[in-house]
């Protein structure tokens, strides 16, 4: 019986843009071995999470009702200011007004579902824990995850070690670097810890 569920509130690129970006991706998986996935309605696309933890699966209704009364924004310009490699991730890192604007929706998200949390740490984590930091470990107990947030955009994702030069050399940076839309809407997409039950809501209209 399905107990635990992901949860991920998340912004969509403009088709045109993540064919782009999906040619990115592509490139680096046969130059690198890229092993990164993100699927829309059984198709790749890329996206810029607001939100993600892990909850019961009998709270689902009460999340949907929740991340829709709480994520109040206007429409969002999405620029981005770097690309950076980081924990075997190849990501365009927004420009810290598109990263402000993100943060409110996501601390918004995080005080009033976090503590309907479930206690499931993903197994990526379980993993790893002998290496982290009683900072990370903390976090991964109160949020579900190691890092502070910042939007951003992946690319690609990477098990053997490289450094962002390795990437430079096959991409042009400053061409990526100057890709900017607006997001109007977002989505719920609701998966278990597997990835064989899934569910997208949305869009949902951005307004404040």
Not at 47 to 59: E, N, Q, S
Request: glycine content about 4%; some cysteine; hydrophobic content about 35%.
């Amino acid at each position: 019986m399905l107990k635990n569920i992901r949860i991920m509130v998340f912004l969509k690129p403009p088709q045109e843009l993540n064919e782009d970006f999906y040619a990115i991706h592509k490139y680096l998986k046969s130059q690198f071995g890229s092993i990164y996935k993100t699927f829309y309605k059984r198709q790749w696309h890329s996206h810029i999470r607001l939100f993600g933890g892990t909850f019961f699966k009998k709270d689902e209704n009460k999340l949907i009702e929740i991340v829709k009364n709480t994520v109040m924004s206007k429409p969002i310009n999405i620029k981005f200011s770097e690309v950076i490699y980081q924990k075997g991730y190849v990501m365009l890192k927004t420009t810290e007004e598109t990263n402000a604007k993100c943060l409110i929706i996501y601390e918004n998200l995080s005080g009033r579902l976090l503590p309907l949390r479930s206690n499931h740490i993903r197994a990526k984590y379980k993993k790893i824990d002998y290496k982290l930091s009683k900072a990370e470990k903390l976090r991964l107990q109160n949020t579900g995850t190691i890092y502070d947030y910042y939007a951003h955009l992946s690319l690609g994702a990477f098990v053997k070690p490289y450094i962002l030069k390795d990437f430079e050399s096959i991409l042009n940076f400053s061409d990526i670097l100057k890709t900017e839309f607006n997001c109007n809407e977002y989505y719920i997409e609701i998966t278990d810890i597997n990835h064989e039950y899934k569910k997208v809501y949305g869009p949902f209209k951005l307004s404040a």
